[in-house]
């Protein structure tokens, strides 16, 4: 059945058995107690028919010896609620925060789910709630004929979402992330312009929940960028310029992939690192050869 917290009013599912049965809320992680045994908890709140991804709607405490999960909540709101759009950006945000945090991997089992399908919290897990707080497309022709108005915020295309972080252990992380685009060609489609913001609250929002300065999708691409500007600043002049940012994108992506134990593009790394402290060698004497 479906109850509300009474510390905080979020709509919770209660498992159906004896009065006095409880549950946690995903918001505030109340214990809630099923109307009979108190009066503390308010029946009556009226059932919503969600889609959940991988937990079931009566979900319970996982099984004795399974893995750390992380619980990736797509949490209504008006703004959300009034443009339908919002709604499927924000299950793509999730996918793709889910997707990188794979990569990054902390050992969690992702799952997506909705604000009332959240099940009791171990002290290993995780949830990450996530609320649109601004959906704005913003204008085609404002971006294209009046760039300088997008840049300053009027025709732009937004997104901006609240976020709220709760371990089991009880800690609690609150803050906002937002992006947009004021810029495109002939103004930028829409939908592809929201698509980038959605890619970037996405790596800002996996930093955070990884506690991370940099993610190891973002070491493998400055393995890949080192290497191939070894191969690029072997030619005349530009060795002399570019060689240096590729020593160092090779040395972070080096050190950052040996201090997680990533095979994967190390050698790049360290093929990209070599190179670059050559490529000036290289470029000195093809300029003069061809002077």
């Known amino acids: 059945m479906r109850v509300a917290c009474p510390a905080c009013g979020q709509a919770v599912t209660v498992a159906d058995g004896a009065a006095g049965t409880t549950a946690q809320c995903p918001k505030c992680l109340a214990e809630i107690k099923r109307p009979g045994a108190t009066g503390s908890s308010r029946p ?6 969600h889609a959940v991804d991988d937990v079931p709607a009566r979900a ?4 004795r010896g399974a893995r750390k999960a992380c619980y990736l909540v797509r949490c209504d709101s008006p703004e ?3 443009q339908p759009e919002a709604k499927s950006k924000l299950r793509a945000l999730l996918t793709k925060v889910a997707e990188a945090l794979k990569i990054e991997r902390l050992g969690y089992e992702i799952h997506q789910v909705d604000e ?3 099940p009791e919290l171990r002290p290993d897990d995780m949830i990450v709630l996530v609320e649109i707080t601004r959906y704005k497309l913003g204008s085609q022709f404002i ?4 760039t300088f108005l997008a840049l300053l915020g009027i025709g732009d295309c937004r997104m901006d979402v609240n976020v709220v972080i709760r371990r089991g ?3 609690k992380e609150t803050f906002p992330l937002s992006a947009r685009q004021a810029m495109g060609v002939l103004g930028g489609n829409a939908g592809g312009m929201m698509d980038l913001n959605v890619k970037a609250i996405a790596n800002a929002l996996v930093l955070k929940v990884a506690r991370r300065r940099v993610l190891n999708a973002t070491a493998y691409q400055y393995a890949l960028a080192s290497l191939i500007l070894g191969i690029i600043n072997v030619t005349p002049i530009l060795g002399f310029i570019l060689f240096l940012p590729g020593i160092i994108l090779g040395i972070v992506a080096l050190v950052v992939l040996s201090k997680r134990g990533l095979q994967k593009r190390k050698g ?3 093929a990209g690192i070599v190179l670059n402290i050559l490529a000036p060698v290289a470029s000195f004497f093809l300029t003069g050869y061809l002077i």
């Open 44 to 49: 009556g709140v009226a059932s919503a028919a």
């Open 60 to 63: 319970g405490r996982p099984a």
């Open 80 to 82: 959300a609620s009034a």
């Open 116 to 118: 009332d399908k959240v």
């Open 143 to 146: 971006r294209y004929m009046l």
């Open 169 to 171: 252990d009880g800690s």
């Open 268 to 270: 790049m790394a360290k």
